[in-house]
């Protein structure tokens, strides 16, 4: 786990209380890629033995989070990232531990030119929700924005 990998879990750990609530994993943050894992626990299954869909949606939206803070962290001092819509698909049956794994869908380069140029951005980062198998068994899709600060 690199430093800053482990300072963003750590980050929105302890800002984001979800996270902690439902002990969520940070096993990889980058620019490019964003991986989170849903342990299983009892507490937090549905009627047919998975996780909850409002925990696989939470852990969906937190990777795609990680991956915004590691994309445009730097931007901070001058906009605020905050998601603006979120969609997901329940393909298959999740039973025990799930993972999110996040990508960005539009080049870092060409939302900050836009944040220069005082607009304010969107871009869409899609998840993939798995377990175990391998089997995608949730598919998410956030637009997030960077809103100006003032």
């Known amino acids: ?9 750590e980050l929105l ?3 984001v209380p979800m996270v902690r609530t439902l002990n969520l994993e ?7 890629k964003a991986v989170l894992a849903l342990p299983d626990q009892s ?11 409002g925990a696989m949606f939470t852990l ?18 001058r906009a605020v990232p905050l998601p ?10 999740a039973l025990g531990p799930v993972t999110a794994t996040a990508r960005l869908g539009r080049p870092i380069a060409e939302v900050v030119a836009e944040l220069d140029g005082g607009d304010r951005p969107e871009f869409p980062v899609s ?3 798995q ?16 809103r100006p600060h003032g």
């Open 1 to 9: 786990m690199s430093a800053d990998q482990k300072s963003i879990g």
């Open 13 to 15: 750990a302890a800002t």
């Open 26 to 32: 940070y096993l990889e943050t980058t620019p490019e």
């Open 43 to 53: 507490e937090y299954r549905n009627h047919v033995g998975g996780p909850h869909a």
């Open 60 to 77: 969906g939206e937190s990777a795609s989070g990680a991956i915004v803070l590691a994309a445009f962290g730097d931007q901070l001092s």
């Open 84 to 93: 603006v819509t979120a969609e997901i698909a329940f393909k298959k049956i």
């Open 127 to 129: 998840v993939a929700i």
């Open 131 to 146: 377990r175990e198998d391998g089997a995608v068994t949730g598919e998410m899709t956030v637009i997030w924005t960077l």
